[in-house]
């Protein structure tokens, strides 16, 4: 099993561009979340999932959308890139029966000047 | 709200001293408690959980208890390996969330020297 992946490892993005952080897990869970890491700061949830086609709001959505068609992939959109979003993100998952164990990938860094 | 609060980093130790990073949390009801471990360039690994109180997690030699009556969970290890030398995150689960989404303190950073 490769786990929870994600890609990319790093980018930079310009303020108003848009992309598409990807995310993959291939231990079919149901629960898989996003959070993001700022300098010094614990994790924040920006949002989650509880299955395909069901998605919720985190602690921090503002400025980002997701959307769960599948049950392996859980994509992060930035739509209009801030400096605010300057940020390392990680995706994580979680089996539904599981006692709250979550798998995180290996982190996105990204950039917006 | 449920949160957590962390011991500030980083914190530089020589190789098999003792180890002890605070964690105090707020929440009500029985949140389940968990340290987890980020070594450079990774993401986010379990340490140790406990899920009521009076339970002790424990993993590569690493323990932590989890009190009620201090609202407490800290992260002790006896002897330390440069091997350690990473980032401790202290995180809950509060008793009443369907999605058991987890809150994290802020971190720290442990530096194990020879």
């Known amino acids: 099993n490769a786990g929870v992946t994600q890609t990319p490892k790093f980018r930079i993005l310009k303020i108003g561009q848009s992309m598409t952080l990807q995310c993959a897990q291939d231990?079919?869970?149901?629960?898989m979340y996003w959070y993001r890491q700022d300098p010094g700061m614990g994790l924040k949830l920006i949002y989650y999932?509880?299955?395909?086609?069901?998605?919720d709001k985190g602690e921090v959505p503002n400025g980002y959308n997701v959307s769960r068609s599948t049950t392996e992939d859980f994509p992060l959109r930035l739509e209009l890139a801030a400096p605010s979003q300057t940020s390392v993100y990680f995706c994580?998952?979680?089996?539904?029966?599981?006692?709250?164990?979550?798998?995180f990938g290996p982190g996105t860094r990204l950039t917006v000047t | 709200g449920d949160s957590v609060t962390q011991m500030e980093g980083p914190v530089t130790l020589s190789e098999e001293a003792f180890l002890t990073i605070n964690c105090t949390y707020t929440?009500?009801?029985?949140?389940?408690l968990f340290w987890y471990v980020q070594y450079p360039g990774e993401g986010l690994q379990l340490l140790l959980k406990?899920?009521?109180?009076?339970d002790k997690g424990s993993n590569k030699g690493f323990e932590a208890t989890y009190r009620k009556e201090t609202t407490s969970f800290h992260l002790e290890k006896g002897s330390v390996q440069v091997s350690d030398s990473a980032v401790y995150f202290c995180a809950l689960s509060p008793q009443q969330t369907g999605a058991n989404n987890l809150f994290f303190g802020t971190g720290t950073r442990l530096t194990v020297i020879p």
């Open positions: 406990a899920t009521k109180a009076d």
């Open positions: 994580a998952s979680r089996e539904q029966l599981a006692t709250y164990e979550q798998y």
């Open positions: 929440a009500t009801g029985y949140p389940s």
């Open positions: 231990m079919n869970h149901n629960y």
């Open positions: 999932s509880v299955g395909a086609g069901i998605t």
